[in-house]
T-cell receptor, first 114, second 115 residues
């Protein structure tokens, strides 16, 4: 079974600080792809960052980076220099080459405090 | 230009009514999806179509019926609405079936409230 677990329902961080959101997953597949999506209060789901499991190098997009630990099946998101606009729900997701769908975690609600 | 659009954005209706939510994507993608997000923000896949063919049909009541007139459109029709149908419904699309770096692009969501 394919599952995604986000163990932190809520988190907060001071503006300009760094925060890490955790995500673990379970799959028996060897080739898969991992994603972090952001859902601000506007409700729009926005792709933040993505990672191919066969790549050892961690993906980075500006202030967003991941710590991908394949053996531990962990895919955490680090947000540096947090900004008020980062306040949102963050969803971890993955998909496999053989599957037909994306699997989402239950989300982490992040609040950036001014 | 909006990549994935949904109409309406808000829908308030009485129990027992029939309603439809429309979704269109102008990305040229082959695959479209419907998700339901409940009050706890949990995202649950409902349906997926690839080139107008149904490829995922999760366990949802048969009151929910997707219709794909062409690969750019995937509409969701709901019969005999119930209180538990209240949720936000998201349409999404991806270039191909889920797999690989086929990123999903989401619509803005439709907040359905059943009174």
């Amino acid at each position: 079974a394919q599952t995604v677990t986000q163990s932190q329902p809520e988190m907060s961080v001071q503006e300009a600080e760094t925060v890490t959101l955790s995500c673990t997953y379970d799959t028996s597949e060897n080739n898969y792809y991992l994603f972090w999506y952001k859902q601000p209060p506007s409700r729009q789901m926005i792709l933040v960052i993505r990672q191919e499991a066969y790549k050892q190098q961690n993906a980075t997009e500006n202030r967003f980076s991941v710590n991908f630990q394949k053996a531990a099946k962990s895919f955490s998101l680090k947000i540096s220099d947090s900004q008020l606009g980062d306040t949102a729900m963050y969803f971890c997701a993955f998909t496999t080459n053989t599957g037909n769908q994306f699997y989402f975690g239950t989300g982490t609600s992040l609040t950036v405090i001014p | 230009d909006t990549a994935v659009s949904q109409t309406p954005k808000y829908l308030v209706t009485q129990m027992g009514n029939d309603k439809s939510i429309k979704c269109e994507q102008n990305l040229g993608h082959d695959t479209m999806y419907w998700y339901k997000q409940d009050s706890k923000k949990f995202l649950k896949i409902m349906f997926s179509y690839n080139n107008k063919e149904l490829i995922i049909n999760e366990t949802v009541p048969n009151r929910f019926s997707p219709k794909s007139p062409d690969k750019a459109h995937l509409n969701l029709h709901i019969n005999s609405l119930e209180l538990g149908d209240s949720a936000v419904y998201f349409c999404a699309s991806s270039q191909d079936r889920a797999g690989g770096l086929n990123t999903q692009y989401f619509g803005p969501g439709t907040r359905l409230t059943v009174l």
